[in-house]
């Protein structure tokens, strides 16, 4: 069977898409409490079904990794990736910060290294603080009552539980027989409902959607892979939102194709799957070598940094064949 599984009622009452109202916040079908939002469709019994089937011999890491100059946000005014040597064995020699002398600290040869980074920097996920609307965020959390001098209270990265689900790519690139989906290219429910037609694949509630534009090729030049991207247009947001998908993740820095078709909002994606719909979105999601083995639906495993009430973190997200 093609195209999108059955949903029951019980399971649409769960899906906050249903009941989501243009440009407001959602309180979650899940209580007032929740910060997870549609992750909350994950479960025990189906994370354990996918480790049951995954290949561990065959694991395809969908992460870029981290170096100075890397495609970043910088351009938004955000920093970027930095990465230094805080010891050098011959620097420990000179300096003996340590106290042990020369001969020690030729003998050990200690290095050591510190980093600086916007959360939103390499493959990571956006948690359902980054975005919302007018001062609030999933869920009806506030800023005025939620954020600290230094982060959200609510809805932060710590709160991520490790993801283990089955995960469906939706191979646009490959779709349009391109390499790279054109400039600005705007993904809607068709391309994403034929994609899964030609790929002979089925969505269920709680699966992971990934959406390839082909732009990571492109990857590390940063005007080549950043500027006016393809991605996501709010209908093809709503249609995986309706499907009911847990996350939703990207070969892009954005997500949704950019600039963005609406005059009015310049996230609409963002606003719209964080805020509304209650979706976390993983960005920089390298989906090259799975779309080159044409592995349409796979074990996702990824789980990311705990960094209290950041509106993102890194993470690494995995990808493995499901045997039979």
Known sequence: ?????????????????????????TRSPFGPDDEIGMLNLLTPEASREVLRRADGGSVIDLSVDYFVGMPSWTKA??????????????????DDITG???????????SGD????????????????????????WNGFSAE???????WTKCGADKIPPIIARGVLFDIAALHDVDVLPDNHGIGAD?????????????????????????????PKIDAYIDNSPGLNLEGARFLAHLGASVIGGDTLALEQMPAADEENWQVVHTYLLGEAGIP????????????????EFAFVAAAMKLRGATGAPMRPLAMPLRP
């Open 114 to 137: 510190a980093i600086s980074m916007y959360t939103h920097c390499g493959t990571h996920i956006d948690t359902l603080n980054h975005f919302g609307y007018n001062g609030r965020i």
């Open 1 to 25: 069977m093609c195209g999108p599984a059955l949903i029951s009622e019980a399971t649409r009452n769960r899906i906050a898409a249903y009941c989501a109202k243009f440009r407001e916040v």
């Open 191 to 219: 391309d994403l409902r034929e994609a899964m037609r030609r790929q002979n694949v089925e969505f269920r509630p709680g699966d992971v959607a990934l959406v390839r534009t082909g732009r990571m090729r492109a990857w």
């Open 281 to 296: 979105i993983m960005e920089v999601v390298d989906c090259e070598q799975i779309s080159a083995e044409r592995l349409y």
């Open 77 to 94: 005014g955000d920093p970027g990736f930095q990465q230094w040597m805080t010891h050098t064995p011959a620097g420990t020699v000179l």
């Open 145 to 151: 009552e939620h954020i600290t001098s230094r982060h």
């Open 100 to 110: 042990m002398g020369r001969a020690q600290n030729e003998l050990v040869s200690y």
